[in-house]
């Protein structure tokens, strides 16, 4: 993507989604609920399915008769009209038989002057039925129109006498004017139509209120009626959903003519006198002022991609100016022709009187008979707002659909920048409170249906948040902080950060730089960052890209998420990695990292290339609490501490542990042999002690795995050596673990770390006192309980993220 | 026992004459002597006995690599030697203490103290340890002989009046942290303070964190994060105290021959403190009549890795900040072209930062105090001794001995401290390969003690009638509570 000048334009008209050869006969409206262009014909009317593209799009042509509104049902297949008859008449229609299915609805009217003044339907409820809501000057009528019997019953009767009526037919709000400058608003889609407060608007002496004047607009979770006063330059905006939020004000620059747009949850006010539009987030805060420099707006330019609105695919206006634009010929309008757009270049008069705003995004040209829809260029949002702060970047772009790309761009911008911690600390709060809000919109029926635990699945929570834009810690380690690494170290793409440390520490100079290219590629390049990335490397004290990482993690566990294994695990190897031993040792004793198999397997992988005794005492003591025995008896046998694994596995009750792999090692061991010739008759003696006493007492003692052991235990051939242990076919058990493979950021090659242990959540024996790895706590310390939060990582990144029920007090040893 | 004399040499060294007598020879390897007023022959013969046990033992060594001689007792003396360089030995002479004969005051009875060689030992590395710290390296000293005389003979006597023989303990041995019990949030939120404080503050190097002498966060290399651990804090018998310096017989005030390029060692020197009070330990003096570089005390120390920093550490409501700053000095020696590296301005703003700022130690106090407090206000439901030598965590119970009457606040009478040295030494030196001990002596109770893949824990079990099986029971039952989340082979 390329980047948006800072001039580009935040907001642009899409191009000609429907156009049409305008002539008096014509009419065009917008049915939001179906996002379907309606283009009222002599001989019927055109629905064009403006969502859908090719083919799909064509929509269909509807043989009836010209009427003054029509407005498809919530299923799609019946649609309500309203003719301009005396009286006026209204009717549920088939779409497919137009002519011979047309349900009246029974208008209940009082006699004497009256005019319907809108009409719409409720979202449905139910599949039986759906509830069409008819404003009209005596009141707000809801009628019951059953697919089933083609029956229209009226239902509900809020009497009023009302001038002008405003509607959102998707929240089921209507406000009515009942007096020159009083509303009264209703909310119909709930379980009980309800009659709120009605209220007094500001307005100026002599002013006088019009239709265009106020708007329902749904902004994020909430409902608001918002009154433009073109006399005064303002915009407020009233919540009617309850007192929450505040009644807000904006200052458009002064009076003229408005007229309002939302996208993306923004606030758009048009000012149609100076042609320029201002973008509102009405989360911003309380003092509310435009999130980008007012400006006009562009239009999408020819051979411009959906997401291509910079680098010339938008050619930015000036005030009262006419831009060249994409424009769509609808060809074919026959029944059986599809529609077809083709480009050709047209002016487009923006902010035109002929525009009418038909829905929250939705903008028809009726002098040039064109239909656009309001679009965003997060780019240049994004870009202006940089210039004021990161944190605001990423607060607005959160709010937005599909910014993932923008805030991780932002993020790296950051790192590249060595922001100070402070700021990030700040900015990874915003991050992670979206984060937190969306993992806990995952129904807990749901989240609980793949694990036992409390917990989600990162698979899981990207599906259910769809579009909105979250970061999850694959996101930051993997597109930010990782690219990071490899910039300041000069490594190829992908290349793996432990192989990367390991050459670092022992090995000769590290891999040769990657080609400009390369790191061009994972944005490593430029603003001297090559002479930061050494500084860094340089550093004595912990290294920014490390802060960063803990900083992150930090985020994360202040709101209760425990944070991914793929960040813990680019914790560790960047630690490695930068030489931060004693750090690592630390974030282990305070189990800032957890227990998981990856990180003992890494361990197990760092004392083994060091020698470290830390290293290989963590993973014993991890092995422990996760019941990997397996990785234990590796450590032991490593130890040639030969005598010592049997007893290991026989007081732990260990019968998936398979005895011929041990019995193999100590066996090849010549020199230990040589140096003690009774350690393998011992080994084998310990075996045939725990054989015996478990066939003695099988309920205390379980039996040790002898298959194929009969090489060294002549006597036990034909009875153990040739049957599975309890419980295990085979030695399963066994083999599903690997050694640590070098992976950048526990990228690869980890199994599954589904707790082992079935009373521990983690693993953790929960009566312990003494944390690992050592003694200085004296106790686990009653701490708030975490929320319970499991993730799957994709692609081989470890399947489950454990929760945990308590954090626990650790310390020392 | 008491510390008779301390003796630096380097037997290599030659006299300087073209046709040296014996005594040039002799005089010529003897670097320091304590006590400096004793008379050359006296040095002489210390320096021959040393040398030739030395040459002695060395007969008998397993390999090139392994230590000579290490310690001999005689009646009246106990001496320790180290090879604390190469080529630089200390020896330390401990006289046994006396008691008076029953037959009149001829007849003097010495005690064969209940001190262990390997104790004392630690204690000889300690010295040297410190002096290397605080001034670098001896042989850093070589062509400059009467300049580190000059401070031997500040630092030894002052070292020597903070030995207490009495209360020498396996623990100081072991030369561990005790660490600090808080929660992960909590480190977290320590590891970003500092982090961001390093960054606002560029001048300091490392930064670590103790609460109540706990060591809660070291952003230092462990060496010597463990050497300044132990010099700021800890004593010889295992406790631990944030006013240790600030003490007798520590508590020496700075003066202008202790700074830097002065005469005087700064051992022991700190800005004094009244009573528990916060204020600067290292740094500016607690005492508004001076500002600037001259008030300042921030000694220079010597690191690991050959290069050198100025300590600067305050106590603020019981955690002590501790940071090591860019030193601005070269070569070997500590006190070679040292100089303040900053702005002495600075400090306050740096102080203030610390405490103040967002995060920092006043945000941070209450979290600190109520989860270490949760914790160490249990009480421990065995005496124990512990010790973890990979990553150096040492812990002894808090619960009180009842010896008699008395209650000592001691995890382990002296006769149960001796034999835990005993237990000690054959862990780490006569036999490796022995894992666990359970020792009765009449009239006391039974004293295990385990050693297990670089850790080692002893329990003193109270009752002097428990029987084997049952001390074998409590032992295991120790275990069970302390260690199911470790790996105890």
Redesign the interface.
């Known amino acids: 993507m390329a980047a948006a000048s800072s001039s580009a334009s935040p907001l642009y008209l899409s191009a000609p989604l429907y156009t049409w050869e305008v002539s008096g006969e014509d009419h065009v409206s917008y049915d939001e609920f179906h996002q379907r262009v309606l283009h009222q014909q002599p001989e019927g009317f055109f629905a064009i399915d403006i969502a859908k593209e090719g083919l799909a799009r064509d929509g269909l042509l509807v043989k009836f008769r010209p009427v003054r509104a029509i407005r498809f049902s919530p299923d799609g297949s019946y649609f309500a009209y309203l003719a301009d008859t005396k009286p006026p008449t209204m009717g549920a229609v088939n779409v497919l038989h137009p002519e011979t299915i047309d349900v009246p609805v029974p208008l209940r009217t009082a006699g004497g002057d009256w005019t319907i003044l809108a009409f719409f339907w409720l979202p449905a409820v139910y599949v039986e039925f759906a509830d069409l809501v008819v404003v009209s000057t005596m009141g707000i009528d809801v009628y019951r129109f059953t697919y089933d019997t083609l029956t229209v019953k009226h239902l509900r009767r809020f009497p009023a006498t009302a001038s002008i009526c405003w509607y959102e037919s998707s929240s089921g709000f209507v406000v009515l004017a009942t007096g020159p400058r009083t509303l009264q608003p209703y909310l119909l889609y709930c379980k009980t139509p309800t009659k709120l407060p009605k209220f007094e608007l500001n307005l100026q002496r002599h002013g006088s209120l019009e239709a265009q004047d106020v708007a329902i607009m749904t902004l994020y979770e909430w409902t608001f009626c918002i009154h433009m006063d073109t006399m005064a330059g303002r915009v407020a905006l009233r919540s009617l959903s309850g007192p929450h939020p505040a009644d807000i004000v904006l200052d458009v620059q002064g009076p003229g003519p408005l007229r309002l747009s939302r996208v993306d949850n923004l606030l758009v006010v048009h000012r149609l006198d100076k042609c320029i539009s201002l973008i509102f987030d009405i989360k911003q805060g309380k003092t509310l002022t435009p999130i980008c420099r007012p400006a006009p707006l562009a239009v999408r330019h020819e051979g411009s991609g959906p997401d291509d609105y910079a680098g010339g695919g938008l050619l930015s206006l000036g005030s009262g100016m006419r831009g060249v634009g994409v424009v769509g010929e609808v060809e074919g309008h026959g029944e059986d022709d599809a529609v077809s757009v083709t480009d050709s270049h047209s002016s487009v008069e923006l902010y035109s009187p002929q525009w009418r705003f038909v829905s929250a995004d939705m903008i028809v040209d009726e002098g040039a008979g064109v239909v656009y829809r309001l679009e965003l260029n997060m780019d240049a949002v994004a870009d202006e707002l940089m210039q004021i702060s990161k944190v605001e970047v990423v607060r607005v772009l959160l709010r937005r659909i599909n910014c993932r790309p923008r805030v991780v761009s932002t993020l790296r911008k950051a790192l590249d920048q060595q922001a100070p911690l402070e700021d990030l600390a700040l900015l990874f709060s915003v991050l992670n409170q979206v984060y937190r809000a969306a993992i806990e919109r995952v129904p807990h029926k749901v989240a609980a249906a793949t694990t036992r635990r409390a917990t989600v699945s990162l698979d899981m929570l990207l599906q259910f948040v769809g579009q909105q834009t979250i970061l999850t810690e694959k996101d930051v380690v993997l597109e930010v902080m990782y690219p990071y690494l490899l910039a300041i170290a000069k490594a190829p793409p992908n290349a793996p950060i432990l192989e990367l440390a390991y050459q670092r520490r022992f090995g000769p100079p590290t891999q040769p730089a990657a080609p400009a290219a390369a790191r061009e590629g994972d944005g490593g390049g430029g603003d001297g960052e090559g002479e930061k990335g050494m500084d860094e490397l340089k550093s004595d004290g912990v290294p920014y890209l490390m802060s960063v990482a803990l900083e992150y993690m930090r985020s994360l566990l202040n709101l209760q998420i425990l944070p991914h294994r793929i960040l813990q695990a680019f914790v560790f190897e960047v630690g490695v990695f930068f030489e931060q031993d004693s750090l690592l040792q630390q974030l282990l004793q305070y189990h800032v990292l957890l227990d998981s198999i990856d990180l003992a397997q890494r361990l197990f992988g760092l004392w083994k290339r060091t020698g470290y005794a830390w290293a290989r005492q963590a993973c014993l003591d991890m092995s422990l609490r996760l019941r990997e025995w397996s990785l234990i008896a590796d450590v032991l046998i490593d130890l040639k501490e030969y005598l010592d694994v049997v007893p290991m596995l026989r007081r732990h009750g260990v019968s998936t542990y398979p005895i011929k792999e041990f019995l193999h090692k100590v066996a090849d061991d010549v020199e230990a042999q040589q140096a003690d010739p009774f350690v393998l008759p011992h080994v084998l003696e310990s075996v045939r002690a725990w054989r015996r006493d478990s066939q003695e007492n099988p309920s205390k003692v379980p039996p040790p795995n002898l298959r194929e052991c009969g090489l060294w235990l002549p006597d036990i051939r034909f009875g153990d050596e040739d049957s599975a242990a309890p419980g295990h076919s085979s030695i399963a058990g066994y083999h599903g673990r690997d050694r640590p493979r070098l992976s950048p950021a526990g990228i690869s090659g980890t199994t599954s770390t589904s707790n082992p242990h079935p009373h521990h959540p983690h693993g953790q024996p929960d009566s312990s006192k003494w944390s690992s790895p050592g003694l200085s706590s004296r106790s686990a310390a009653d701490s708030p309980p975490l929320t319970h939060l499991d993730h799957h990582a994709e692609g081989g990144l470890g399947e489950e993220r454990k929760a945990e029920g308590g954090d626990e007090s650790k310390l020392g040893g | 026992m008491s510390v008779a004399s301390v003796l630096v040499f380097d037997p290599s060294r030659k006299a300087h004459r073209k046709k040296p007598t014996e005594e040039d020879v002799q005089d010529a390897k003897i670097i320091y002597y304590h006590p400096s007023g004793a008379s050359p022959e006296e040095k002489r013969q210390q320096v021959g006995l040393v040398e030739g046990l030395i040459s002695f033992t060395r007969m008998f060594r397993e390999s090139e690599g392994s230590p000579a001689f290490r310690a001999v007792r005689t009646q009246q003396h106990l001496i320790v030697a180290r090879e604390c360089e190469p080529s630089i030995w200390m020896a330390m002479a401990l006289l046994h203490s006396t008691t008076s004969g029953l037959d009149g005051a001829d007849a003097t009875d010495w005690d064969d103290d209940d001190v262990s060689d390997t104790v004392l030992l630690a204690l000889l590395r300690n010295c040297h340890e410190v002096f290397t710290l605080l001034h670098g390296r001896i042989r850093s000293f070589c062509d400059r002989k009467s300049r580190l005389c000059d401070l031997f003979e500040d630092f030894i006597p002052a070292y020597i009046a903070t030995i207490d023989c009495s209360d020498l303990t396996i623990l100081h041995e072991m030369d561990g942290?005790?660490?600090?019990?808080?929660?992960?949030?909590t480190?977290?939120?320590i590891?970003?303070f500092l982090?961001?404080l390093?960054?606002n503050f560029p001048v300091?190097?490392?930064?670590a964190l103790l609460y109540d002498a706990?060591l809660v966060?070291?952003?230092?290399?462990?060496a010597d994060?463990r050497l300044l651990y132990s010099y700021l804090v800890s004593y010889a018998n295992g406790n631990v105290s944030n006013h240790k310096l600030n003490r007798r017989p520590f508590g020496r005030m700075p003066t202008a021959a202790s700074q830097p390029g002065g005469g005087s060692s700064s051992f022991g020197r700190v800005q004094l403190l009244e009573g528990n009070e916060d204020g600067f330990i290292f740094g500016p003096s607690n005492v508004p009549t001076g500002s600037g570089a001259s008030s300042m005390f921030v000694p220079p120390i010597a690191l690991h890795n050959g290069s050198t920093g100025q300590l600067l550490a305050f106590l603020y409501q019981g955690i002590m900040l501790v940071m090591v700053l860019h030193g601005g000095l070269e070569g070997d020696s500590v006190d070679r072209r040292a100089r303040l590296a900053f702005d002495p301005g600075e400090v306050p703003a740096l102080h203030e930062a610390a405490v103040y700022s967002?995060g920092g130690l006043k945000d941070l106090l209450p979290s600190v105090h109520e989860?270490f407090t949760?914790?160490?206000s249990?009480e421990?439901s065995y005496r124990f001794v512990?010790f973890?030598?990979?990553?150096h965590?040492?812990?002894k119970s808090n619960r009180a001995t009842a010896s008699g009457k008395e209650k000592c606040s001691s995890s382990l009478l002296p006769h149960e401290s001796h034999v835990v040295q005993n237990m000690h030494a054959v862990f780490t030196d006569t036999d490796p390969e022995c894992r666990e001990i359970l020792l009765k002596s009449s009239g006391s109770g039974w004293i295990g003690g385990k050693n297990t893949?670089?850790?080692e824990?002893f329990v003193a079990l109270d009752g002097s009638n428990l029987s084997f099986t049952k001390a074998q029971d409590e032992m295991q039952k120790f275990g069970t509570?302390?260690?199911?989340?470790?790996?105890i082979?």
């Open positions: 942290y005790h660490f600090g019990p808080v929660e992960r949030g480190y977290l939120a590891q970003s982090s961001v390093q960054r300091i190097r490392y930064a706990y966060y070291s952003g230092l290399p462990p994060m967002p989860q949760r914790i160490m249990q421990d512990y973890n030598a990979a990553n965590a040492v812990r893949l670089d850790r824990f509570i302390h260690f199911a989340n470790i790996f082979d």
